[in-house]
């Protein structure tokens, strides 16, 4: 089943793909929620709810330990200036919830790594209220972000190991 995650996902959990998010590294408990919100339609993936619903609980399990001891490939940032101001931005505001190494929880996200694209995505979509992924959580953090805060945040955020 790795092979087959591995396509969208990479081998090992990073992504080469912008827009697909990095599985490695993740919280084990939160990406076994995450796959339990694409099964019940909470979290809408056409082809991520097939393949979710086609998973036994076993291979949903062992998925989820193999991605969370997975190590993040780290990517520096291309753009430093831009990156500290996403770290000040970070810190005044995200880390309460994410860590202050990004890293999240068994019910947050890990973000230190992620894909800067899908990180983009996601903070436009909680900041306008968009998807259905909009949450009581991170639509008041996000409601006053700029586009330039938002990419400044993306810029720190995607190069933290």
Do not use: W
């Amino acid at each position: 089943m790795a092979a087959v995650c591995a396509n969208c996902h990479g081998e090992g959990g990073t992504s080469t793909k912008p827009s697909i998010p990095n599985l490695a590294g993740q919280n084990p408990a939160y990406l076994l929620e995450q796959m339990r919100q694409f099964a019940d339609g909470r979290r809408r993936n056409e082809f991520m709810e097939g393949m979710i619903r086609a998973m036994d609980s076993d291979e949903k399990i062992g998925m989820v330990l193999f991605y969370a001891a997975q190590q993040v490939a780290h990517q520096p940032t291309a753009n430093p200036a831009l990156a500290a101001k996403g770290q000040e931005y970070f810190e005044k505001t995200c880390f309460r919830c994410h860590g202050t190494s990004g890293r999240g929880n068994a019910q947050i996200a890990r973000i230190a790594g992620q894909q800067p694209d899908y990180l983009r995505l996601t903070l436009h979509r909680y900041r306008d209220g968009t998807g259905v992924r909009a949450n009581s959580i991170m639509t008041p953090n996000t409601k006053l972000m700029s586009d330039a805060d938002i990419e400044a945040v993306v810029a720190y955020v995607s190069s933290m190991p």
